[in-house]
């Protein structure tokens, strides 16, 4: 079956340090994928996009890779601040689906000072 | 306009009442999609419009569900005979074209849908 598979944990970590948010997917082949930022109560703002032919993509502190191979992509924030700490979403956008988006279940970040 | 906007923010409704949920896009987006989001749970898809090609549909749960884009700006999603299963944020987006584009959709804040 397919599937979309984000960090079922919240993740708590340090002012300072680098949160890694995993992004796994199951018998999709996807077209690109988009990284969106949700705080309580709020819709999606999106981050960054990054599509099949590419490794990597920055933006600011934040960094994201995409692994068709292991069918994982990867977000990072470097330096992370309080500010930071929302549930983060991955969207999977397929070939021949127009703009339509997958999305997984989100990953609630939490930066402590 | 600025954003998306979504009205009512807010919804209430008895079990089997209609009810219609709005979205302005931002002017100028081709694209509108609808999505609902359960409590803890990710984002559903529902349906999407582009230009004046013909919506994807794949996503609405039941015939009760159904949406309309009026002169490809404002759509209303109405639920009929609503559920309780149905109670869920509905969240709107648009974005200048379908597929892939490097800005992203835009979300609006979502109408929250309560049905007791």
């Known amino acids: 079956s397919q599937k979309i598979e984000q960090n079922s944990e919240a993740l708590n970590i340090q002012e300072g340090k680098t949160a890694t948010l995993t992004c796994n997917y199951t018998?999709?082949?996807?077209?690109?994928l988009q990284w969106y930022r949700q705080d309580p109560g709020r819709g999606p703002v999106f981050l960054l996009l990054?599509?099949?032919?590419?490794k990597e993509k920055r933006k600011e502190r934040l960094k994201v890779t995409f692994d068709t191979t292991l069918k994982q992509s990867l977000f990072h924030i470097t330096a992370s601040q309080p500010a930071d700490s929302a549930t983060y979403l991955c969207?999977?956008?397929?070939?021949?689906?127009?703009?339509?988006?997958?999305f997984g279940q989100g990953t609630e970040l939490s930066v402590k000072p | 306009g600025a954003g998306v906007s979504q009205s009512p923010s807010n919804k209430v409704t008895e079990k089997g009442k209609d009810v219609e949920l709005r979205c302005d896009p931002i002017?100028?987006?081709?694209?509108l999609y609808w999505y609902r989001q359960s409590l803890g749970q990710g984002l559903e898809f529902l349906i999407y419009?582009?230009?004046?090609?013909?919506?994807?549909k794949s996503g609405l749960p039941s015939d009760r569900f159904s949406a309309e884009r009026t002169g490809g700006s404002v759509s209303t999603l109405t639920i009929q005979r609503t559920q309780q299963e149905d109670s869920a944020v509905y969240l709107c987006?648009?974005?200048?074209?379908?597929?892939?584009?490097?800005?992203?959709?835009?979300f609006g804040s979502g109408t929250r849908l309560t049905v007791v």
């Open positions: 018998n999709y082949s996807p077209a690109y």
């Open positions: 969207a999977l956008g397929l070939y021949n689906q127009g703009g339509k988006l997958i």
């Open positions: 002017s100028g987006h081709t694209a």
């Open positions: 987006a648009s974005s200048l074209e379908g597929t892939g584009v490097p800005g992203g959709y835009t």
């Open positions: 990054i599509r099949e032919n590419e």
């Open positions: 419009f582009q230009g004046n090609s013909a919506p994807d």
